[in-house]
């Protein structure tokens, strides 16, 4: 496909930028150099900067920079400027970078939105996504109303419910350009998800939507596989921080454990290039 090309791509398989120090340079790197396209998501002008260098130390291949609108100041578009993508979410959607600019929407009007403003192509994202969450349509359903909105050869690619080669298939049956996978790259060697974490998600049968870990992301649904924090509610939001590798084990139990519906079909920890291959139709 044209847009793959423009991208850099070899293969229609995108790897999702997962906040909060989930997806850094190193799962980046793994995915962009199987073929894909990898994301870095951390918060902060000089985080940016430092993860973009360690990955092109990994990988000469197109890497992508997530960035989180209610969040971002100037300078991190500045530093993602130095990326081959720049993908937005969760705000106005308007171009603030020269290169390659994605915008992930929940919805037609958002769509819509973005397109008119000049995005270079759409994410479109179904309710079954983990983390936050846009709209409330499933992405197959969702899929077929924007393409239905938008000019017919619009690239959009699909995010939510990718985890196997048979949903990429689906996504590109469907008309999406590529498909977006976050639980199943979040379950890769390279994530830097807290090994507890890993293994509360690997033993995970549901997820729940919730506004829980709102604090400072008010009206933000997530969806999370169950932890002591959403047994236990309350009605006083709490800070939107998971548990890295690097960060607490308590984040387990009282930070948001970020997954989507698949991670009920994801039953082992694999290497990131292992994965995209297994995606790949």
Not at 222 to 234: D, I, L, W
Request: aromatic share 4%; glycine share 12%; proline share 7%.
């Amino acid at each position: 496909m044209a847009f793959l090309e423009r991208l850099g791509l070899e293969i229609p398989i995108v790897q999702a930028g997962m906040g909060g120090g989930l997806s850094r340079h190193e799962l980046a790197a793994a995915v962009s150099e199987a073929g894909g396209l990898g994301t870095i998501a951390v918060n902060g002008a000089e985080a940016i900067e430092r993860e973009l260098r360690a990955a092109r130390k990994l990988t000469g291949r197109p890497i992508a920079v997530n960035v989180l609108l209610p969040f971002a100041q100037r300078d991190w578009f500045e530093a993602a400027a130095a990326a081959d993508v720049v993908v937005t979410f969760w705000g106005e959607p308007r171009r603030r970078t020269p290169g390659i600019w994605l915008h992930q929407c929940g919805s037609v009007e958002e769509a819509r939105a973005a397109h008119a403003a000049g995005v270079d192509a759409l994410i479109v994202q179904g309710v079954e996504a983990g983390g936050h969450v846009r709209g409330s349509t499933p992405a197959l359903e969702l899929l077929a109303q924007v393409r239905s909105a938008l000019p017919g050869a619009y690239p959009l690619l699909l995010a939510g419910g990718v985890a196997e080669r048979t949903d990429v298939e689906r996504a590109l049956e469907a008309g999406a350009s590529a498909a977006v996978a976050g639980t199943r790259f979040l379950l890769s060697e390279e994530s830097r998800a807290h090994p507890i974490y890993r293994g509360r998600l690997l033993a995970a049968e549901s997820t729940i939507l919730t506004e829980l870990f709102g604090l400072g992301w008010p009206d933000a649904p997530h969806r999370v596989v169950p932890n002591a924090a959403t047994e236990r509610g309350g009605k006083e939001p709490l800070p939107p921080l998971a548990a890295t590798d690097d960060g607490p084990a308590e984040l387990v139990d009282e930070g948001p454990l970020y997954a989507g519906e698949t991670v009920a079909r994801i039953d082992e920890v694999r290497p990131a290039a292992e994965i995209v291959e297994d995606l790949t139709p």
